[in-house]
């Protein structure tokens, strides 16, 4: 099974979003690391004022994906999912 690294913040509304529709995600299998880049400062640094972030593991490094509007249906968050975890 494929994981997803999300990196979020607390409050942010964007990343809640982005987690509610993840968990709605039932065609799709995959594993769902949170990270919260408050938490570390590398990840601040990178991602504080891009996240949401979802990445996936390809050849041992992280690859960011194209960010997801936020107005995404569940079916077609479900298909792009389907696409990169494949």
């Known amino acids: 099974m494929q994981t997803l690294i999300f990196y979020s913040k607390p409050g942010c509304h964007l990343c809640e979003g982005l987690a509610e529709k993840l968990a709605q995600i039932q065609t799709v299998e995959f ?3 949170m990270r919260d880049i408050t938490a570390n400062p590398d990840w601040f640094e990178q991602y504080q004022y891009e996240i949401p972030v979802l990445c996936i593991i390809k050849g041992g490094q992280e690859v960011v994906l194209p960010r997801f509007s936020p107005r995404i249906a ?4 479900e298909h792009k999912l ?3 975890l494949s």
């Open 74 to 77: 569940i079916a077609k968050l």
């Open 82 to 84: 389907a696409t990169y």
């Open 31 to 33: 594993a769902l690391e």
